[in-house]
């Protein structure tokens, strides 16, 4: 993007501004010859390096010469790129004009005297919001069992636990070394033969069928493995009928160890079992909370769009889908990463991750839309001292002095996102809870209803099975 204080003064003229449906307006902007022509010259200095004219030295033929041998409008094309958009600006500073996408641009006419062309600029549509108050959004209740810190521990037992050699047949779970070899049609295929390979039983590491014909098995047996290949496999073997040769070499099992206050100090900073279990259970609790709030704050921000009185237009969601995109793969480059590459990795094409992007941004749009309306609807404003809070959070989180926060953070930006926030806290806080108790006595006295109607019948089932347990015994 050029500067345009280096052509000069501007001759912009707008000649038409007009509103058009969707939140779009159609501006019919005019160049004059003095700020087209700067614009052709600058062109030119750059290009003539590279242009060649007989009777002159390469770079050295005056631009007069240029255009009478390839013709006046050699440059028009890159003098308008390069001249547009300083005017495009000062018509969006004259009209007032806030632009929420790219502009679509057309050129409608260009000469010696300058160009016209046209931009139709799409800004933020006109949104308001009803009955945003006691919107029906339930709260999971975040609870840790016995049975829950038991799978918290698993990882920890697993890790301590040893592999043991046992003589007996292997049964999953177990852990087999064995030496096997493919064979397609007698003959072996690439990719199938293993030596001294530790193989768990039942963890679906081998190809489907495999691992379950191992089970049985003992150490020095032998065996042969009648496979079909999955039909989603690699082309050379996709449903493909081969045969595995195995020979076990060695079984083991896992021997877990015993779960106590010894094994606590072991595998963590406890002298208790009881203390490690209680740390693990809080920690659990911690994380069912945090994504229950997650899980609640996007229910309420679901709900909250539905209540969204606005017709988006479909430009700026495409704006914020390229951003996104443009954002996440300069996060994925950052790590050292292509992302050519990255998108090769997980199987996609950059029109897929597109159109994942679009997704999540008519979301996002519709959202700060319902957020901002709410807040107008309320309101709510920003003060400046919580603005300044906020850089000095920043700094602290960053190490970095306040005031050099706030030359790299957009004090603007900084101050919406707090009003929104805010919005948002006043939404969660007055959503309409369901009434549970309620619900549950109307559920036991349905039941009771139910129950009275089936006590006969239950009493009689009770006198024939208890008929029937006596004639058992006899």
Excluded at 4 to 19: Q, R, V, Y
Excluded at 284 to 309: G, H, M, N, P, S
Excluded at 457 to 469: F, G, I, L, Q
Aim: with cysteine.
């Amino acid at each position: 993007m050029f500067d345009g204080a280096e052509l000069g003064g501007n001759t912009m003229n707008i000649k038409s501004n007009e509103k058009k449906e969707n939140s779009a307006f159609e501006l019919v902007i005019e160049v004059g010859a003095a700020e087209f022509q700067a614009a052709i010259d600058k062109v030119y200095n750059r290009q003539k390096k590279s242009i060649n004219i007989p009777g002159f030295r390469k770079g050295k033929a005056p631009r007069k010469m240029v255009e009478k041998m390839y013709g006046a409008e050699i440059f028009y094309e890159d003098a308008i790129s390069l001249a547009y958009p300083d005017a495009y600006e000062a018509a969006l500073e004259e009209t007032g004009l806030k632009p929420v996408a790219y502009p679509q641009l057309e050129v409608l006419d260009v000469g010696p005297e300058g160009f016209t062309f046209k931009a139709t600029v799409t800004v933020k549509p006109e949104a308001s919001i009803k009955d945003y108050k006691g919107l029906p959004v339930a709260k999971a209740d975040v609870k840790v069992s016995a049975a829950d810190i038991k799978a918290e521990l698993k990882p920890y037992i697993d890790r301590a636990s040893r592999l043991v050699s046992v003589e007996r047949k292997a049964k999953k779970g177990d852990t087999a070394v064995i030496d096997f070899e493919g064979f397609k049609d007698g003959v072996p295929f690439q990719g199938g033969k293993g030596e001294n390979y530790s193989l768990e039983l039942g963890s679906g590491s081998f190809v489907p069928g495999f691992e379950d014909q191992v089970v049985g098995m003992k150490a020095g047996d032998e065996k042969e493995l009648n496979i079909t290949f999955p039909e989603d496999y690699t082309p050379e073997l996709a449903g493909a009928d081969v045969v595995f040769k195995v020979k076990v070499h060695e079984v083991k099992e896992k021997q877990e160890p015993e779960v106590d206050d010894e094994f606590a100090k072991d595998v963590s900073e406890f002298d208790t079992l009881d203390e490690f279990k209680k740390d693990l259970g809080e920690k659990l609790k911690t994380r069912r909370q945090e994504q229950a709030d997650r899980d609640f704050e996007a229910a309420v921000i679901d709900a909250l769009i539905e209540k969204l009185e606005c017709e988006v237009p479909e430009a700026m969601v495409d704006y914020r889908a390229e951003k996104m995109l443009e954002d996440y793969a300069n996060r994925i480059q950052s790590q050292g990463i292509g992302f050519e590459n990255y998108l090769q990795m997980m199987g996609m094409t950059l029109d897929d991750m597109r159109a994942q992007s679009k997704t999540a941004a008519a979301r996002n749009v519709r959202s700060d839309l319902a957020l901002e309306a709410v807040a107008a609807a309320e309101g709510i404003e920003a003060a400046d001292s919580e603005v300044d809070e906020e850089i000095a959070k920043l700094a602290e989180q960053y190490k970095m002095e306040a005031d050099k926060v706030r030359e790299l953070v957009n004090a603007d930006e900084l101050r919406r996102d707090l009003v929104m926030r805010k919005a948002l806290e006043l939404v969660k806080g007055a959503v309409k809870k369901p009434a549970k108790k309620a619900a549950k006595k109307a559920d036991d006295a349905e039941a009771e209803a139910d129950g009275e109607d089936e006590k006969p019948a239950r009493k009689k089932a009770s006198s024939k099975s208890k008929a029937k347990a006596e004639e058992e015994e006899k």
